[in-house]
């Protein structure tokens, strides 16, 4: 079978995938726990660079600031990449940011949707004005190295072909799929191989110039500059105030009521319009 509909196989990806190195080495799991977990274990056994792991579902899929990531089987997109080269010290940080921009290059490659991101790295459809969630970054910095040296799994989900009935009630409102959006289903080895290579492409940029190339792309799709916002820092304080710039490390910078300008390096980010 092939087709938007069909399993994710080898024989779908391969001959859509351009790249060098990033998927060279593929696992394609039925179910996993967590893409994340399978491919730190495999990091810690000696994996190469590029390695990626793809599960048709997660029975323990994780999100952001410890939150799970809905991984129904067959539907949408759960793949974690290994990065191991080491990365200009200063372009670290911007490696979530660096995902994002790919994920965002890949969903407009095959479709005409008016994309966006949400700072720190969550991927928005934009439809009459609401952004909702449709792919979300989690990235594990694994090993016992410092900074640069550290390999990193970066995780990605994206919902591809999910139905809203298929969204836990709560999430309703805020998440979306391509297939809601759209109004058709996506070809997940497709969009896989766009990911894929979008992802090398801005890798192997960032590997030899740093983060100039990420840092222009992101700001220039992200919706929450000039945004006024409500941010949840971790221990659940939360602040309101306006974004005005990325620092230069990819911190977002907070104009509070008060006219004090704050750093933000985690949280979760509500746009207040
Ligand atoms: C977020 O909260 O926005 C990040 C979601 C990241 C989900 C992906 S799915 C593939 C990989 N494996 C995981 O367990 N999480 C990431």
Known sequence: MTGPAAPLSLDAIRPHLATRVIGTTLHLHDQVDSTNRVLAALAHEGAPDGTVVVAESQTAGRGRLGRTWVSPR??????????????????????????????????????????????PNDVLAIRNGVGRKLAGILVDAIGTGSGSRRAMVVGIGINV????????????????????????????????????????????????????????????ACDTIGKPVQVELIGSEQIEGTAEVLAPDGALRLRTKNGKVLEIRAGNVVHLR
């Open 74 to 119: 067959g539907l949408n997109l759960y793949v974690s990449i290994l990065l191991t080269r080491a990365l200009p010290p200063e372009t670290v940080t911007w490696t979530p940011m660096l995902a994002a921009v790919a994920v965002l290059r890949a969903i407009r490659a095959l479709t005409t949707l008016n994309v966006r991101l949400k700072w």
């Open 161 to 220: 072909n999910m139905p809203a009935a298929a969204f836990p009630e709560e999430l309703r409102a805020t998440a979306s799929s391509l297939l809601i959006e759209t109004g058709s289903s996506v070809d997940r080895g497709q969009l896989l191989a766009a990911l894929l290579d979008e992802l090398e492409r801005l890798y192997d940029h960032a590997c030899t110039h740093g983060p100039g190339d990420i840092a222009a792309a992101y700001q220039a």
